[in-house]
């Protein structure tokens, strides 16, 4: 079992910056595939980014492909750099991972967090 916690979300201005963190603790590995979704009200969860930590194969989604990056503190943390933030950014962001990558880019990792809200205001 891997429990993921998240951190880092909070209110923010239209074109802001904010770095959410995650952490791993349990059965963790340098093979661990980790990334985040997200999920607006109303709408379905989708997919942000993710990555591995030994390697820079990393995914990001269209919509914040040059505006988010993802970087590996360890194989037990993950954080979220987003820049240039835009009230389409409002949602709840998940952190997720598992083994193998393609199984978290898809959103079927087994591990999932609690959620952190990221709210952005025009």
């Known amino acids: 079992q891997v429990h993921l916690v998240e951190s880092g979300g909070r209110s923010v201005q239209a074109g802001g910056s904010l770095t959410l963190s995650c952490a791993a603790s349990?059965?963790?590995?340098?093979?661990?595939?980790m990334g985040w979704f997200r999920q607006a009200p109303g709408k379905e969860r989708e997919f942000v980014a993710a990555?591995?930590?030994?390697?820079?194969?990393i995914h990001y989604a269209d919509s914040v492909r040059g505006r988010f990056t993802i970087s590996r503190g360890n194989e037990e943390t993950v954080y979220l750099r987003m820049n240039g933030l835009i009230p389409e950014d409002t949602a709840v962001y998940y952190c997720?991972?598992?083994?193998?990558?393609?199984?978290?880019?898809?959103?079927?990792?087994?591990?999932w967090g609690q959620g952190t809200q990221v709210t952005v205001s025009s």
């Open positions: 990555g591995l930590r030994h390697d820079d194969l």
């Open positions: 997720t991972a598992d083994i193998p990558l393609s199984a978290v880019v898809v959103g079927r990792g087994d591990y």
């Open positions: 349990g059965r963790t590995s340098s093979d661990l595939a």
